[in-house]
């Protein structure tokens, strides 16, 4: 490998060792993402979605993710210990 990080590419093979460098950086920082944010397949029932939908909007925190969040840890003051 002949190009390093913060080289200009150059030549031809620069830039294969580039795109190499640049789809292994790219995999790993997925990798990391994935560790520290997990994600989580959930499918509402009509109810819970009714519920999500009246606090949802085109306003910072209206979307998805947000509102459950919300929901559930508002939830969680009222859980037994």
Known sequence: MTWQPGQPVVSASD???????RKASKLEAQRWRRRQYPRIDYYPSEEALAVIETYT???AGGNFSSVIDRLILSAADDLPE
């Open 15 to 21: 830039e294969v060792d580039w795109k190499a460098w």
């Open 57 to 59: 909007g085109n306003h």
